[in-house]
């Protein structure tokens, strides 16, 4: 310390005496040999701090490296959790070093495919919605996924920005892969995390395995409407589990004691049970059962180990029902090219297909470039017994800064073209930002007005119609070729909304296509 701080002042200041005169010239050699012997036994001891410093640095930076360098090739990787066997399960998608999972809003087979692909399987062979593998702990990573069916990864699909989602836990998308085999995984991609045996895992009717004379009962709620679902089979009584448990199952559930219709299923533990034994897991309903007996679901009755849940409704007398107007579909259809430079609003919505995204990524002039669109209106009418309203509540409605208007549905209806094949070549959808009472038959008032932040929502009677010029209200067919394809228009598709049936809620036409002339006809009414 003493050698540095005569250093210091040598060259700052210069030495001084303390009368102030230069030291003789005897002292400047003396101090000048006190200073070289002194840099000589700390230039070792320096310069090997400066190397171990340089060592550290090395070491922390490489540590740094390697981590971003895992971490980059972790993110987007893909697994399959809670299913019987490893080709099967939620799916969960890495980001920013931590899993989550992806809702199912939008999930179609189209997802499905991106997604066993990326796993190494040769394909899928359906995709599951509402939690079918059991309620997610996880956070959501991805909503409103939309692909080609081209991309190698499910991350490179449109979606709404990471973890931005208005999911709860029991809404996790997953699938169910076709090979048994699976190829060799991507990079991508990580083997499942339940794995059991390859068997397939093979549903049964429920009256094939515990009769046809089941007995249910509603328990454990504030009303006789609503409470954990109590089934009795040929092994007594039990409770459902709660996974893959939905509205459809519901409808039949509340069909089955007599009290209506399905207002809200859940998958959840709020009405006890948990301490009752499982009859029956994996329970999958279309909807239109007379009773539960008439429903799949799984031999054994097992719940996921993760969080274990039970079936609960909640019932009501009255319901919305939903109904496509297919001859105002046949009448109003017609084509339009469009330059894209017109259709920058409705491209934030997603509203046409991933070719138009690759252009304006890839094309200096893309905003030059026309898109063909087939356009049509969709005449939406409520003929059941009670008002349809938005299940999400008003004040989480979000707005739209490009269009200027608020959504209250993430998805209100899709519009599908289907090949020979029943493969979908095309799609549209259609955020429900504006849904009102159009137009009212039978005496019936109009009640919603989306105009001044008004309440939405279709009254009895009423109908709701969405334009042929309206954004959005198309599907973009540059890409397909001339010949004979189906048409689907579907309304609540993902049965977000509780309604009396689903029988009516799609629009199935035949479609001819011919680049300059489109033709819908022969439309029936679906579920979608």
């Not at 089934?231 to 039990?238: E, H, I, L, M, S």
């Not at 709660?242 to 009290?259: I, K, N, P, Q």
């Not at 304006?360 to 309203?389: C, M, Q, S, Y």
């Amino acid at each position: 310390m003493v050698t540095t701080a005569a250093t210091s002042g040598y060259r700052g200041r210069g030495l001084r005496t303390s009368n102030g005169r230069r030291p003789a010239a005897e002292v400047l050699m003396a101090v000048s040999v006190v200073l070289a012997l002194g840099l000589l036994l700390l230039l070792g001891p320096t310069v090997d701090c400066r190397r171990a410093d340089k060592r550290r640095h090395h070491w922390k930076a490489n540590v740094i490296k390697n981590h971003l360098k895992n971490h980059k090739s972790l993110e987007g990787m893909v697994r399959l959790v809670d299913g019987e066997s490893e080709y099967e399960g939620n799916v969960e998608i890495m980001h920013l070093g931590k899993w989550g999972s992806i809702c199912d809003d939008e999930w179609d087979s189209r997802e499905g495919q991106v997604v066993c692909r990326q796993l190494g399987y040769n394909g899928t062979s359906r995709v599951t919605h509402s939690s079918h593998f059991g309620q997610t702990a996880r956070k959501y990573w991805m909503d409103n996924t939309q692909c080609g069916g081209q991309e190698l990864e499910i991350s490179e699909c449109r979606f709404d920005s990471w973890g931005e989602n208005d999911c709860d836990s029991s809404e996790a998308a997953g699938v169910v892969c076709e090979s048994l085999e699976p190829q060799k995984p991507k990079i991508n991609s990580v083997p499942a995390v339940s794995v059991a045996t390859k068997k397939v895992i093979q549903k049964y009717r429920i009256k094939d395995t515990s009769g046809s004379d089941i007995e249910l009962r509603l328990v454990g709620g504030r009303t006789m409407e609503e409470g954990r679902v109590e089934a009795k089979t040929n092994d007594g009584w039990g409770v459902i589990c709660g996974d893959g448990f939905g509205v459809l199952e519901a409808l039949v559930v509340c069909r089955s004691v007599g009290l209506g219709y399905a207002a809200a299923a859940f998958q959840t533990d709020r009405f006890g049970g948990l301490d009752l034994p499982v009859v029956l897991s994996a329970v999958e309903c279309a909807g239109n059962e007379s009773s539960l007996a008439g429903c799949y679901h799984q031999h054994k009755a097992t719940c996921s180990t993760r969080k274990e849940t039970v079936a609960a409704v909640v019932c009501a007398r009255e319901m919305a029902d939903l109904e496509v107007n297919a001859d105002e579909l046949m009448r109003s259809a017609y084509l339009e090219d469009r330059q894209m430079y017109f259709l920058q609003c409705a491209m934030e919505e997603n509203c046409l297909a991933s070719s138009a995204y690759q252009i304006r990524r890839d094309e200096t002039d893309w905003h030059l470039i026309t898109r063909r669109l087939l356009r049509f209106t969709a005449k939406i009418t409520n003929v059941g017994t009670a008002p349809f309203r938005p299940a999400v509540p008003k004040h989480l409605w979000q707005f739209h800064q490009c269009h200027m208007h608020y959504h209250s549905m993430e998805v209100f209806a899709t519009f599908d073209v289907l090949d020979g094949g029943g493969m979908k070549v095309a799609e549209g959808h259609k955020a429900s930002f504006c849904l009102e009472d159009n137009q009212c038959t039978d005496g019936a008032r109009p009640a919603f007005a989306c105009a001044d932040y008004g309440d939405q929502g279709i009254s009895v009677n009423c109908s709701d119609i969405y334009r042929h010029n309206i954004d959005c209200q198309w599907v973009d067919v540059t890409d397909l070729n001339p010949g004979l394809y189906t048409l689907k228009v579907s309304v609540n598709p993902e049965h977000k909304i509780p309604e009396t049936t689903y029988a009516n809620n799609a629009a199935v036409c035949s479609m001819f296509y011919s680049e300059t002339f489109v033709k819908i006809h022969d439309c029936v009414l679906r579920n979608p």
